[in-house]
């Protein structure tokens, strides 16, 4: 009875902001979608298989919290991994207030993943990317990476909610209400370090990259001459060439270090039968030179390799790939078309970049991995409208009179 009545409460949570934020960016019928189908994969998954691998641990060590909570409240402690505690903290939490049941954790994360697509419109309103979002709003509700990491009893729905909103405070910043934008974004980072608290690079490489480009184009509209910005252009870039030979070397140096020599070996629960993406042949051999490194990096994002391809769970990945080098291909050309948008794409690019080097670095693992990606996915996702609407209007389309 209790579980019901908390299924209910989140439900009308969903309603609540689709009608009230989905109204305000236009994508009522996106949130409400988002917000069917999240209900469907996660309650359908769980009537029909029940908790598997990450859901089982999540629940397992709620459980745990809540007897603590029970019998000493100040003393109760997760014994979870440090920076990734909190998730299993809000269970605990849904547990004493609805009783131990999975069902308004599912729930819960249908909304948090509901919410994507109103946030995402207003984010790139707010940054310029375009006036409508409706090709937006239809990805955030439903892209392949987030039908697959969204529905269940997994962290994943809270990072999805805490990447759209740290999103949302770099657009604060970008339209000059500073205020909100960085208070936004502190509130965030905070979140971050008991969600998954590596993502504080991701916090720390947006602000500053956002901080710079509003320096730069401050600065640029005051230099003297066209020719003159050109100039420095050309000094920078020939400066960046000049430095490549010395960049190789000391990154070599430093893969090679005492400190770093292990890196990209993968990480413990690598190990963990419980991590059922953790499979067998679907890790690659530590970076132990620049061009090592490189070919990992090209692994993380659209790996693996036709030639890696041994088993049906590669095959998957190698699919999903696939998948990932189109979108991938869809942001370089809008960075190469859409010049009015292509400082705001650099930051989006820096604010990712923690995201790949930690995997080309440490993760070493197709299936987590996968994580990584679809988190580098709604980092980038209000590149594609603009250049989608762009190509249409070029071609003249009827399409693109509504700019989606």
Known sequence: MLAALGVILFLAIGIFWIRVAGSRTGSILQSSVALFVQVLLGFGNYLIFGLRNDEVTYFSYAEGILVQ???DPLSATSYYTAGKESFVWILAFLFALFGVSALPGLM????????????????????????????????????????????GLK???????LLALFLLSLSLIYAKRWT????????????????RSSLLAVCAAGIVAMALLKLFEKTY???PSQRFRHSVAMVLVA???????????????????PTLSQVGVGIPELSDSSQATAVVNASWDANSSFFGLTYNLLRSLVGPMPWEVTNPSLLFFWMEGMGYAMYFAIIVLAFLGLPQLRGRIVVLWLTVGPLVLASA????????????RAHVFLLLILVVEPYVSSKLRSLKSPLALNEF
């Open 69 to 71: 909570l029970r019998i």
């Open 108 to 151: 819960m994360n249908a909304v948090f993943v509901a919410s994507l697509p109103a946030l995402f419109v207003w984010t790139g309103r707010n940054m310029g990317f375009f006036s409508s979002g409706r090709l937006t709003a239809w990805m955030g509700a439903l892209a392949p990476p987030i039908l697959l990491w969204g529905p």
């Open 155 to 161: 962290r994943e729905a809270l990072v999805f909610l």
């Open 180 to 195: 909100w934008g960085l208070a936004l974004a502190a509130l965030v980072s905070v979140a971050f370090l008991t969600t």
């Open 221 to 223: 509209s005051c230099w």
């Open 239 to 257: 400066t960046t060439v000049a430095l490549i030979p010395a960049i190789i070397a000391l990154t070599e140096r430093a893969l090679s270090s």
């Open 361 to 372: 670095l440490i993760l070493a693992n197709y299936g987590l991995n996968s994580r990584i």
